[in-house]
């Protein structure tokens, strides 16, 4: 369930009460005529099966209250109700299989924009993942993969894509882009230092690395995990599994091709720099193929739900 709480000016909240009430699966209706003081007017909250969140959603924003007054969204988890239950019964189709557009838009936009924390996360996971292909180590290049925040402009990528929204797509580009060159950069300068110090060397770079090797040594495989990736991360978004989106971020080999590639550099490894890149655009490429692809699947699938929900009797 999800729950909504409005700001609506007063000549809007008959049509706003009446799109509620005409929804199906919401309840727990709650109207407070003027108590909203910025903005002033009324406070309408109720809840709403996730399933029908979007379909409210949209009825709202045509009504303009996103403009003139507020809607906020918060997911409920926990709701001890037999209204809540009822409504969800009544709405269409399964809680994990409802996306809903602006609360997937917000995520992407937070997590797709270039900032100082984004940019740090990215230097220091790839620096982690530079450890990991040198020293051979696989649980590091794991770490680093855990802890690479790239996902989110992928998927920022994915949304802007399906939602027709360039501005999206450019903040998001911009940040994944951005960021990776950042990233490359400061670790090239990281493995100099590391080898000025003698705790990195030619030799290991040099080395057979059986456990690490794959990350420039770019194969059809490496695409088709991509492509795997791509679609868990997106039904994680849409579906909120958070635990579902760690098991992606260590799937895919971003961070670490990105780590050797500027390990390689730092030595003038050009073979090994340019399979990296490789390596990592082959990534890239495949996780936001993959993601929008599933975003459109989703579309569809909840487009043929509805419509035979809509199609079916109502007893």
């Known amino acids: 369930m999800l729950h909504l709480r409005m700001i ?11 799109l509620i009430e005409s929804t199906v699966g919401t309840t727990h209706l709650v109207v407070l005529p003027g108590t909203a003081r910025n903005p002033a007017g009324d406070v309408v909250m109720c809840d709403v099966a996730r399933e029908a969140g979007h379909e409210l959603l949209n009825g709202l924003r045509g009504l ?15 709701s001890l109700s037999r209204r809540a239950d009822a ?15 602006e609360q997937l838009a917000g995520a992407t936009h937070e997590e797709s924009t270039l900032s100082i924390t984004y940019s740090t996360f990215m230097i220091l996971a790839t620096m982690i ?49 951005v960021g990776f060159a950042v990233a490359i950069v400061a670790t090239t300068v990281f493995s100099l230092g590391m080898d000025a ?51 992606v971020a260590i799937s895919v080999t971003t961070i670490p091709a990105g780590a050797n590639a500027a390990v390689a550099l730092s030595y003038g490894d050009l073979g090994q720099m340019w399979g990296s890149v490789e390596q990592l655009l082959l990534n890239l490429c495949g996780i936001m193929l993959a993601g929008v692809l599933t975003l459109y699947g989703q579309k569809l699938l909840w487009r043929t739900q509805r419509g035979r929900w809509k199609r079916t009797p109502k007893t």
């Open 8 to 18: 609506v000016p007063p000549d809007r909240t008959p049509a706003v009460v009446e």
């Open 64 to 78: 303009k209250i996103d403009q003139d007054g507020s809607i906020a969204v918060e997911d409920i988890d926990l």
């Open 87 to 101: 409504a969800e019964k009544e709405a269409p189709g399964e809680p994990a299989d409802a996306v809903i557009w």
């Open 129 to 177: 993942a530079a450890c990991g292909v040198v020293l051979d180590n696989a649980i590091l290049i794991v770490g680093a993969m855990a802890v690479g925040p790239e996902f989110g402009p992928l998927a920022g990528v994915c949304t802007a894509v399906v939602q027709r929204a360039p501005k999206l797509a450019a903040r998001s580009l911009i940040a994944l882009l």
């Open 197 to 247: 110090l003698g705790l990195f060397s030619r030799a290991q770079l040099d080395a057979d690395r059986p456990n690490t090797s794959f990350v420039w040594q770019p194969d059809p495989f490496s695409f088709v995990v991509a492509l795997l990736a791509g679609v868990a991360g997106m039904l994680s978004l849409t579906s909120s599994k958070s635990g579902a989106l760690v098991g």
